[in-house]
């Protein structure tokens, strides 16, 4: 997207590889974070096989992961809140199309609150061939919650930077609950006031909340 002042802000983490051919690159792992702010968490310059994030808490309008390269990568989520944030990913597809690129998202316990204004659990930047790579996305999710005002899937314009609803019907979406829950305390950087206090039937109780820990 041609906003500079987007641009401006640099990604928490960029991943950019040099040599991707190593038996073991390629993959990471993220745990014990806290992210706040407007840029995103993790931005993907590079192509990477298997991300992992950990009890991770991502505060603030930003994504939580950028993907600017084409992928073939596995994403793992466990333990996850996203508190008025961005798109939890945001995929620069532009006009390009896909050829053997493809997302699989495993979320498991975490919580997703993301302001519809900001983007979706998913958000295809492009404008000519989102259709296409929407369903290179699949997305499977165990004991997660998402708030209810959250948009499931947005796209974002190119050349506005305006982010529309886009219709989630055709996606690849498993186990994801989205409903109404309260945090425990004020948006801040203690990762207690992020639990989720109360929700009314989208968890499993017998293992405790989702989210953060």
């Given at each position: ?60 309008t930003g ?11 596995e994403l ?56 296409d790579w ?80």
């Amino acid at each position: 997207v041609d906003d500079p002042a987007r641009d401006a802000v640099p990604a928490a983490i960029c991943w950019k590889v040099p040599d991707a051919a190593g038996a073991r690159s390629g993959r990471a792992l993220l745990e014990n974070v806290v992210v706040l702010g407007t840029s995103c968490a993790l931005e993907l310059r590079s192509s990477a096989k298997q991300i992992t994030l950990r009890n991770v808490l991502r505060l603030g309008t930003g994504p939580l992961l950028q993907v600017v390269a084409r992928q073939k990568l596995e994403l793992q989520l466990e333990h996850v809140t996203c508190r008025q944030s961005g798109s939890l990913l945001r995929w620069e597809v532009l006009d390009q199309k896909p050829t053997d690129d493809h997302i699989r998202l495993e979320a498991r316990d975490c919580v997703f609150d993301i302001l519809p204004t900001h983007g979706g659990l998913l958000d295809f930047v492009g404008q000519q061939h989102v259709a296409d790579w929407s369903k290179r996305v699949k997305m499977v999710g165990d004991n997660c919650l998402v708030a209810e005002q959250s948009e499931v899937a947005v796209r974002t314009s190119i050349t506005t930077a305006e982010c529309v609803p886009w219709d989630s019907s055709e996606l690849e979406l498993e186990g994801i609950t989205q409903e109404r829950f309260t945090f425990a305390g004020p948006f801040g950087l203690q990762p207690g006031d992020s639990a989720v206090q109360q929700n009314r039937n989208g968890v499993d109780s017998s293992r405790g909340l989702p989210g953060v820990i």
